[in-house]
């Protein structure tokens, strides 16, 4: 039995939920759907120029798993523009950070 999938941070919801070529290829409309998690890891490593070992402590996962989906993230928005393709940004398995802007997650441990 595989381990429980640990939730991803995301520091908030995507500005859209889609970007639609112009113009429409010569094979037809065709559509991929990229992660929210997968948009949040293009924008802290791409966009912001965090290096992966901070954005992966953002996003409250390894740095080996935080790179995993930089490359799969990457190579969906590849295809997308490449090919023509409609993008989709919607799903995933992620939460807002407790403490709503906060970076990192605390527990209370008890005692004093």
């Known amino acids: 039995m595989p381990r429980p999938r640990k939730p991803r941070f995301v520091q908030g919801r995507p500005i859209v939920e889609s970007f639609?070529?112009?113009s429409t290829p010569p094979w037809g409309t065709e559509e991929v759907?990229?992660?929210i998690e997968g948009l949040e890891a293009i924008k802290l490593n791409d966009h912001q120029g965090l290096d992966?070992?901070?954005a992966a402590r953002m996003m409250n996962v390894s740095r080996q798993t935080f790179g995993r989906i930089l490359i799969e993230a990457r190579a969906i928005v590849?295809?997308?523009l490449v090919m023509g393709k409609i993008l989709r940004i919607e799903g995933g398995h992620f939460e807002m950070p407790p403490g709503g802007r906060g970076r990192y997650r605390r527990r209370w441990r008890g005692g004093f």
């Open 20 to 22: 639609v070529p112009t």
């Open 33 to 35: 759907i990229l992660s």
């Open 78 to 80: 590849a295809d997308a």
């Open 52 to 54: 992966q070992e901070t």
